[in-house]
C-alpha cells in the first residue's frame, strides 16, 4: 500500500488573502454552530430596537406637525406665533419613553445572549485550535514558529473575543437600525428616501476596497508581529550566548528594526482605519444636502409638509451614529476576522498523521516490529530513509546506530507514528501502525527522546504523566527500578522539587532522568530510547544500562545511541547509513567485519579508551 | 468608600501614566487633542446650523414660498462645510492618536530591549522568559491601551462644553434642564468604571493563564504526543478557557446593563427637551427649529459619551500594565566599565580562589573552589549529573559572578574585565546550543565583524563546513527557530565554530560535543589539538576527551575531590567508577 502525501501549505503563510470576509464568516459559522444558534432571535429583537430608536425622530415630526401649529409665519422667525397643542405633545413624548425603555431592555437581552454565544463558540474554536495542534505531526511543529501556534489559541483568539464585546453588537443591531430608518424615511417620502439611498450608495463600494486593503495591512502588521516576538525570545532565550559573544549591539539593532518594522505595518494600517471611518461621514453630509435640496425644490410635487422635511432630515442625522459606530468597530471588525481566518487556516490544515476512524488494538506483550519497504521524505525534500526492511522479533533488545543524518532517528519516529511513512508500512505485533487506535498505541510504545522536557510542576507530577492513575508509591518504584534514589536523595526537596519552567532548574542530564523515570513508569511492549541518556556522565550511564536493560525484561527495546556501549550489550545492531539500512546483526557478528559499524566502532573505542592516544 | 478610594487612587495612577507616555511624544499628542477639538466644535456647530435650516430654510419656503434670512445655496455650503471640517478633525484626530500611542509602544520596546540586552545574566535566570515575552508584547499594548481614546475623550470636554454653551444660547430654562444629563452620564460612567475594575482584572489574569497553558503545551508537543497526553493537555487548557469564558461572559453581561442605560440616557434626555421645549416654544421663547437643534445635540452625544466610558474602563488594566513594565524597566543597568584592566599576551592563566556558588536559597552547587589553570594548559573537569560543572564553566567565562571568592584570568580579577574584553578573551561553548532564527553565517559570526575566510576556517576546525556545503545554500541557509532544522550534532558544531572564530586565548567547552557522533567528535577533538593555542577548560564526559586533558579537575559535592593527571587520578575508586565505566562494561 503506497500512500503519498498530499502537498501542504506552511501554518507559517500569512500572505495570502484571496478569502474576502463574507467566506471567513461562512466557514467560521460551520466551526462555531454556537454563533449560529443565537442569530435568528437577536435580528428579531434587532428589530423590536430599530422601533424604539425610531420613536425619536416620529416624536419629533408628529410634535411639530400636529403638536405645534405656525400661527402666522413673519419672515423674522421669532416674529412668527405658534400655537401648542401641549397635551398631545406631552402624550406623544411619553409613548416615545415607553419605547425607549423598552428597546433598552431589548438592547440589554441582545447584548448577554450575543456575548454568551459568542464566548462559547470562542472557548470551543479555542478547544478545537488546542487540540488540532496536538494533531500536527512533528514535522509540522518543527517547520512552524513556536509563537505562531501559540498565537492562535491567544491573541487571535482574543481579536475574537474582544471583537464579541463591542463590535458583534454593533453588526447584530445597527444594520437592522439602518434598514429600520430607511423605511420610516420612505414612510414620510419615499422620494427623499431614494435621493438618500442614491447619495449612500458609493459608501459600499468604497467601504469594500478599503476593507480590503485593510485586510491586507492587518495581515502584514501580525506578520511583523510574530517577527518582532521571535526577535525578543531570542534575546531573552538567548541571553547567555549573546552575552558570552558580545552580540548586544547587534541583536539590538535587530530588535529595533523588527520594532520599527512593526510600527510601519501599524501605522498602515490606521491610515486605512482613519480613512474607512470618515466615509460615512462625508457621504451623510452629502445625502443630507441633496435631500435638503431636492426636498425644498420639489416640496409641492413630492407632497411634502414642513414637519415632514424636519423629520426626513432628522432621520439622516439620525443615519450617521450607527454608521460612524459601525466605521468605529471596523477596527476590531478586521482584526476579529484577520485572527479568525488564521484559526480557521489550522483547522483546515491538513495532518499528515491521521488517527484511524475505528482503530485496531495492539496486541499487548512484547511488540514485534516489521518495517516492509519502508521509505520516507520530509515534503518535499530528498529521502532521509529508502526501502527498511526488517523484521524485529518481540522482547528483543535493538540498538540502532549510524552517523548524525544517517536516518536512525527517523526511523524511531516512523516506529512511535510521529510520522507516518511516505512509502511502504511499519507492523507493531501484526498491526499497521496507521490502523492502530491512538489509545493502544500509548500503551504499546514509549519514546524517550534527547530533549528532556518537563511541565513546570515537580518532578513526581512529571513522572505520573507517564502513566494515568499512577499513585505516590508507584511514581517512587519507578525512580527505585532505575536505582534513581541516589539523585534524588541529593535533591533539597527530593522528588518535589520544582522543575521550572521547560525543567530549567534542573541540568540536562537531570531531566533526562526525569523522562526515563517516566517511561519506566509506564508498561509498554515497545520502549524506544532515542539519545535518552546524552547528557548523563558515563558512571551513572552504565548504571541506567543495567536498569534499563532489567526494565526491557519481556518487552522490546530500541535504543539510538552514539555510545557504542549500547550496541555492545545489544542483542541486534541496525547500521543505518545515508537513509539505507546497511548492516545487521549482532555486535560481535558485525565488530570484526569491514564496514561502517566498524569504523564506528573503533572511533568510539578511541574515545573511550585512555591508552589509544599514547 | 475603600473601593471608592482605590478606584481614585487607580485613576490618578491613571493620570501619572498618561503624563509619562505623552511626555515621551507631545507633538503628535497635541495634533491628535486639537483634531478632536475641531471635531467636537463642528459637531456641536453641525446641530446648530441643522437648527438654522429648520427656522430659516425649511419653515419659510413651507409657509411663504421663500427662504427666509438664509439662502438655499447658503445653508447647503454652511453645511457641506461644518461637515467636512468635522471629518478633517476626526481624521487628524484618529491617525494621531495612533501614531502617539504606536510611537509610544516603540519607545518602551525600545527600553525593554536596552534592559533585556543589558542587565546581568542571573537576572534572567531568575525571571522567567514567559513573563519578560508578555512584557515585551501584551503588557506594552495594554499600558497605551488608554492613549486610543484620550483625544476623542478630551474632545468629548470641548464637546460637553460647547454644547452646553450653544444650549444656554439657545434658552435658559431648557438648557438647565438638558444641562442635567451630563453628571448623570458623568456618574453612570463612575459607577461602571468601579464596578467593571475587579472583573475586568480577572479576565486579564485568566488571558495569561491561558497563554501560559498554550506556551507550555506547545513547547513539549513531543511529550505530549509520545506520552499520548493531548486529551489530559486538551482538558487542562479547556479548564483554564472555561474560566476565562465564564470571567468574560461576566464582564459582557456588566458592560451590556450600563451600556443599554448608557445608550438610552440621550434618548430619555430628548423627551425631556421636548416636554419641557412644548412649553417654552408655546410662552415664545423657544423657535421650533431650535429645539430641533437641541434634539438633534443630544442624538449626536450618545457616541462620543460612551467614547468616555471606554476611556475610564482602559484605565486599571493600563496602570496595572505598566507598573508590570515598569518593574523591569526601574531595574539599574550595572555600570558600563570605563577602564577595563590590561591582559598579557598569550594563552591565558586562570586561578579560581575560594569561589562558592548556589542557586537562589537552596544548598551551595559550589563550595569553596579553588585550583588553578597554567597558560595553554588544557583543563578537563569531570564530575557526575548536576555536580555543578556547567555552572562553573558560566563562572569561569564571567557570566555570572561567583557568591564568594574571586576568579582571575591573565592575572587580572574577571570583574576588572570589560564584557568587551572578556567576551575577546575567553569563548564559552554551550551545553544547550543555541542559534538564532538567521543564516549559519550570522550564527557564527555573532559580531558580524569577521571576513569569509575567518567564519569558512572556523567551520572547519569544528567540522561543520562539511554539512554546511552540503547545503543548497550554505552559509547563506536560514535555520529556523532555535535551530531547529538542524540536528542537536550540527548544531553542536555551529556552536563550537562561533567560539573558534574569535580566536579566543582561553576556550571553555562545556560538554560541547555530547550530541555528535563518536567518529565526528575524534575529527573535531584532533582539530582543536593542532590548533591549541590557547588554554582550554572542558567539562567532559568521554574518557577520549578527557586525556586531550593536562590535567584534571574531579568535582564531588561540590568541593575539588581531587586534581591532578588522569593516569594518577585513577588510582581514586570514585575518579576511576565515573569515567572508566564503559571501558569496564565492554571487558
Known sequence: ?614 | MGVRVANESVLRRGATLVYEHIRLHPVPFAISVVGAGVFAGCTVLATVVLGRITDEVVIPVFETGQTGSWSLRFAVFALLSVSLLRVAGVVIRRYFAALTSERVQSSIRHRLVDQYLGLPLSWHQETPAGKLLAHADNDTEVATDVLHPLPFSLGVVFLVLFSAISLILVDLPLAIVALAIFPTLAFLNRIYTTTIEKPAAAVQASVGDVATVAHESFDGALVVKTLGRAKAEAQRFGSAVEELRDRRIRVGYIRATFEAILDSLPNIGIVVVMIVGAYRVDAGAVRPGELVQVASLFSVLAFPMRVFGYFLETVPPSVVAKDRLQGVLDKPLPPAMVHSAEVADGPLEVEVRNVSFSYGETAPVLDDVTFSIKGGEVVAIIGSTGEGKSTLAHLVTGLVPPDSGTILVGRVPLDELSAEARTELIGLVFQESFLFADTLRFNIDLQGTHSENEVLKAARIASAAAFVDEMPKGFDTIVGERGVTLSGGQRQRVALARALLQRPRLLILDDATSAVDAKVEQEILSSLRSELDMTTLIVAQRVSTITLADRVVFLRDGKIAAAGRHEDLLHLPAYRDLVTAYEEAAK
Request: net charge neutral.
Open chain 1, 1 to 614: 500500500m503506497t500512500a503519498t502525501k498530499p502537498p501542504v501549505a506552511s501554518l507559517n503563510e500569512t500572505d495570502e488573502i484571496s478569502e474576502g470576509a463574507i467566506s471567513v464568516l461562512r466557514r467560521g459559522l460551520v466551526a462555531t454552530p454556537e454563533l449560529k444558534s443565537g442569530l435568528r432571535i437577536v435580528v428579531i429583537m434587532g428589530l423590536l430596537i430599530a422601533f424604539g430608536r425610531l420613536a425619536i425622530p416620529v416624536l419629533i415630526e408628529r410634535s411639530l406637525s400636529q403638536g405645534m401649529t405656525i400661527v402666522d409665519a413673519g419672515m423674522q422667525g421669532r416674529e412668527s406665533e405658534v400655537e401648542v397643542n401641549i397635551g398631545l405633545v406631552v402624550g406623544l413624548s411619553l409613548t416615545a419613553l415607553v419605547l425607549i425603555v423598552f428597546s433598552a431592555v431589548g438592547t440589554l437581552f441582545v447584548q448577554r445572549r450575543l456575548v454568551v454565544q459568542a464566548e462559547r463558540g470562542i472557548a470551543n474554536l479555542r478547544q478545537q485550535a488546542f487540540v488540532k495542534v496536538h494533531e500536527l505531526s512533528i514535522a509540522d511543529h518543527t517547520e512552524t514558529r513556536r509563537g505562531v501556534l501559540v498565537a492562535r489559541v491567544t491573541s487571535d483568539a482574543e481579536s475574537l473575543a474582544r471583537f464579541a464585546q463591542w463590535g458583534l453588537y454593533a453588526w447584530s443591531i445597527h444594520p437592522t437600525v439602518i434598514l429600520g430608518t430607511f423605511a420610516v424615511l420612505a414612510y414620510y417620502s419615499w422620494q427623499i428616501a431614494a435621493v438618500v439611498a442614491l447619495s449612500l450608495a458609493p459608501v459600499v463600494p468604497i467601504l469594500k476596497w478599503l476593507q480590503r486593503r485593510q485586510l491586507e495591512a492587518y495581515d502584514n502588521y501580525r506578520t511583523s508581529v510574530g517577527d518582532m516576538l521571535t526577535g525578543f525570545s531570542e534575546a531573552v532565550m538567548g541571553a547567555a550566548v549573546v552575552r558570552a559573544y558580545g552580540a548586544e549591539s547587534r541583536t539590538r539593532d535587530r530588535l529595533r528594526s523588527a520594532i520599527y518594522n512593526r510600527y510601519r505595518a501599524r501605522m498602515r494600517a490606521n491610515t486605512y482605519m482613519a480613512g474607512v471611518f470618515v466615509v460615512g461621514d462625508i457621504f451623510g453630509a452629502l445625502a443630507f444636502s441633496m435631500a435638503l435640496i431636492f426636498g425644498v425644490r420639489f416640496r409641492e410635487a413630492w407632497g411634502l409638509t414642513s414637519s415632514e422635511l424636519v423629520a426626513c432630515l432628522f432621520l439622516i442625522v439620525l443615519l450617521n451614529g450607527p454608521i460612524a459606530e459601525l466605521g468605529e468597530v471596523l477596527d476590531q471588525t478586521q482584526t476579529a476576522i484577520a485572527g479568525w481566518r488564521k484559526i480557521l487556516g489550522l483547522l483546515d490544515h491538513q495532518t499528515d498523521v491521521l488517527a484511524p476512524i475505528a482503530g485496531l488494538e495492539i496486541p499487548s506483550g512484547a511488540v514485534e516490529i516489521q518495517a516492509r519497504g519502508v521509505g520516507f521524505s520530509y515534503r518535499n525534500s530528498s529521502p532521509v530513509l529508502t526501502k527498511i526492511n526488517i523484521t524485529i522479533p518481540g522482547g528483543a533488545s535493538v540498538a540502532i546506530v549510524g552517523q548524525t543524518g544517517s536516518g536512525k532517528s527517523t526511523f524511531a519516529t516512523l516506529l512511535c507514528r510521529l510520522a507516518d511513512p511516505t512509502v511502504g508500512e511499519v507492523r507493531l505485533n501484526g498491526i499497521d501502525l496507521r490502523q492502530a487506535s491512538a489509545d493502544s498505541r500509548h500503551r504499546s510504545v514509549r519514546m524517550v527522546s534527547q530533549d528532556g522536557f518537563l511541565f513546570d510542576s515537580t518532578i513526581r507530577e512529571n513522572v505520573r504523566f507517564g502513566r494515568q492513575g499512577a499513585s505516590d508509591s508507584d511514581v517512587q518504584a519507578a525512580f527505585d527500578r532505575l536505582e534513581l534514589g541516589w539523585w534524588l536523595e541529593k535533591l533539597a526537596n527530593g522528588i518535589d522539587t520544582e522543575v521550572g519552567e521547560r525543567g530549567d532548574n534542573l541540568s540536562v542530564g537531570e531531566r533526562q532522568l526525569v523522562a526515563l523515570a517516566r517511561a519506566a513508569l509506564a508498561d509498554p511492549g515497545l520502549l524506544i530510547l532515542d539519545e535518552a541518556t546524552s547528557a548523563v556522565d558515563p558512571e551513572t550511564d552504565q548504571a541506567l544500562t543495567t536498569a534499563i536493560r532489567n526494565l526491557a525484561q519481556g518487552r522490546t527495546l530500541v535504543s539510538i545511541a552514539h555510545r557504542l556501549a549500547t550496541a555492545e550489550a545489544a542483542d541486534l545492531v541496525l547500521v543505518f547509513d545515508q537513509g539505507l539500512l546497511v548492516q545487521q546483526g549482532s555486535h560481535s557478528q558485525l565488530v570484526d567485519r569491514p564496514g561502517i559499524y566498524r569504523g564506528l566502532h573503533q572511533a568510539w573505542v578511541g574515545n573511550t579508551q585512555a591508552d589509544s592516544y599514547k
